[in-house]
């Protein structure tokens, strides 16, 4: 019988451990997203760039055919990435552009989280590219869309078949944090949760207004 003890399990994310991947957020791409509503989307991908870039986590940001076709990143992404550039791409798959694998190269983790539009083109491809490299990959599946649920759902069954790990936003965030007892990033995380949690946050805001300053703690 295995013994029992009080640590993370491996296949648990913390801030220092990976890079997250945000590819595609533009307008364009947006347009034809069916598989979620567009400002739940958007406040996903929100929960996710404040998320990492709170807690510091090396972080790509990366767009196609901004200028000529795609339109900017979600100002939700920019806003809590303000000095970043954008690595522009014209492969429709991300890990085929040199500039941002050299990038994943300089930041040097192993392990990758990606997040972005379309599932079926923008996410499947640098996936399985990087799972065939020998990378650990994590989707973040509600912070993600495709043309209908029907591809999206497709998608995230191929890449979870060759081996990617699918995750969601406030799982992501929440897995950042891991214990309540972090004080440093604990209005961080909560502050987060309360702009962009939907109804946990909402929870957030009515426990610690009713019922006292920790009585969000919950997990």
Not at 38 to 47: D, E, P, W
Not at 155 to 184: C, H, I, K, N
Request: aromatic share 8%.
């Amino acid at each position: 019988m295995p013994n029992a003890t009080p640590t993370p399990g491996k296949g648990l994310i913390s801030p220092n451990d990976h890079t997250l991947v945000m590819i595609d957020f533009q307008s364009q791409m947006a347009f034809a997203t069916h598989s979620i509503d567009a400002v739940t989307l958007r406040n996903n991908a929100a929960l996710v760039a404040h998320a990492a870039a709170g807690f510091g986590v090396s972080t790509i940001l990366t767009t196609v055919a901004e200028k000529s076709f795609s339109g900017p990143m979600f100002s939700e992404i920019t806003d809590a990435f303000p000095n970043q550039a954008m690595l522009d791409r014209t492969s429709m798959n991300t890990w085929e552009d040199a500039a941002v694998v050299k990038s994943v190269n300089e930041i040097g983790k192993s392990r990758l989280v990606f997040a972005g539009l379309w599932t079926g083109v923008c996410i499947v491809g640098p996936t399985l590219s990087a799972l065939d490299q020998g990378f650990e990959v994590y989707v973040i599946a509600d912070a993600c869309g495709d043309v209908s649920a029907e591809a999206h759902n497709r998608a995230m069954d191929r890449m979870v078949q060759a081996g990617a790990r699918p995750m969601t936003s406030l799982q992501y965030l929440l897995e950042l944090q891991r214990d309540w007892a972090r004080g440093e990033t604990y209005e961080l995380t909560t502050g987060i949760a309360k702009k962009f949690g939907g109804a946990y946050g909402l929870g957030i805001i009515y426990a610690k207004t009713m019922l006292g300053e920790h009585a969000s703690e919950a997990g």
